[in-house]
């Protein structure tokens, strides 16, 4: 449960705002992911790091810019953001992108956009 | 392309019931096969995965899952429900990272209810 730890929990913001998530690992993985997950639909990959670099971006706006600087660490930087983007945001990481590595969730921000 | 269907929003069951929570996937090769439960205002954990091998995979917390080819499904199941069991379930799909995309694919989930 606390191998991927998540702040702020919960984050209430302005649509002309400026927040960051941020994720941390404890595992010693090598790839870090960003998911969206809102009511009642599939969870939707956002971004996938592997080793620092950036691997799959799965057509988010520009609005949503992530940062890895290094395999420990990743963020989320909001900007302009939408009613529509207030979601849970979920952090996870695994060893590896491979297809049969198991990946580790943090708790999730929620995040409200007003 | 890959996808993952949970037929089911929501299943209720009696405490010390058998549960079922159903996952059908769509893959053109073979299939790596995950099941996640998420409780309230908590990330998802793992609770089991079928790469290869013996059709029935035993997982975390008594749940095992069927892996069937030809039906292309791969069920959660538990002998016994607890109350604390109640949570919201994903299954997850992944193809072998030669053959496609190793990105997941994760059904909508299903809210599983267990009464006392």
């Known amino acids: 449960e606390t191998g991927v730890t998540q702040t702020p929990r919960h984050l209430v913001m302005g649509m002309t705002n400026k927040k960051s998530l941020k994720c941390e690992q404890h595992?010693?993985?090598?790839?870090m992911y960003w998911y969206k997950q809102s009511a009642k639909k599939p969870l939707e990959l956002m971004f996938v790091?592997?080793?620092?670099?950036?691997?799959e971006n799965n057509s988010v706006p520009s609005r949503f810019s992530p940062e890895c600087p290094n395999s420990s660490h990743l963020f989320l930087h909001l900007h302009t953001l939408q009613p529509e983007d207030s979601a849970l945001y979920l952090c996870?990481?695994?060893?590896?992108?491979?297809?049969?590595?198991?990946?580790?969730f943090g708790p999730g921000t929620r995040l409200t956009v007003l | 392309a890959q996808s993952v269907a949970q037929p089911e929003d929501q299943v209720n069951v009696a405490e010390g019931n058998p549960l079922t929570v159903k996952c059908t996937y769509s893959v053109s090769g073979n299939p790596y096969l995950f099941w996640y439960v998420q409780y309230p205002n908590r990330g998802l954990q793992f609770l089991l995965k079928y790469i290869t091998g013996d059709n029935l995979v035993k997982g975390s917390y008594g749940f095992e899952a069927e892996f069937n080819k030809s039906q292309t499904s791969f069920h959660l199941k538990k002998p016994s429900a607890l109350v604390s069991d109640s949570a919201l379930y994903f299954c997850a799909v992944r193809e072998p990272a030669s053959g496609g995309s190793y990105i997941p694919t994760f059904g909508r989930g299903t809210s599983l209810i267990v009464h006392p």
């Open positions: 996870a990481s695994s060893q590896s992108p491979t297809s049969t590595d198991t990946q580790y």
């Open positions: 790091y592997n080793f620092k670099e950036q691997t």
């Open positions: 595992l010693g993985h090598n790839a």
